[in-house]
């Protein structure tokens, strides 16, 4: 038996949506972000992370009160937080497909990344 028999499409679907959230959350927190640039903020990281292999569908929401709560008065804007973020990524690896997501769990104060379905 050779080592990578072990190794399933599950397992590649899940690392790679694994992946994908990780990259998304370090890329793109700290971004300037403003309530008049919220919209292209998420499609932007839509779009970014959209291109990349096993990314069937991305669906990225920025919370709008979290952001008007930290505008800076003198300049207009914050940096984007990981709390602020509340993304689902559908990933597909040949006969594998999963659901996964980033949001903010406020019993943890953290924002969790976690496998939502596997099809």
Known sequence: MQ?????????NVLFEAGI????LYH???GSP????????????????ISV????????VSINREMINSKL?????????EGRM???HITAVFKNAKVDVSLAFDTELDYPLMKIEKIY
């Open 20 to 23: 994908k959230l990780g990259a």
């Open 85 to 87: 973020l509340d993304v």
């Open 33 to 48: 972000v403003n309530l008049d640039t919220v919209e292209s903020l998420e499609k932007g990281i839509q779009e970014s």
């Open 72 to 80: 800076n008065g003198k300049y207009g804007y914050c940096e984007l």
């Open 52 to 59: 990349q292999p096993c990314v069937e569908k991305i669906r």
């Open 3 to 11: 080592e990578n028999e072990l190794i399933t499409d599950r397992d």
């Open 27 to 29: 890329q793109f927190t």
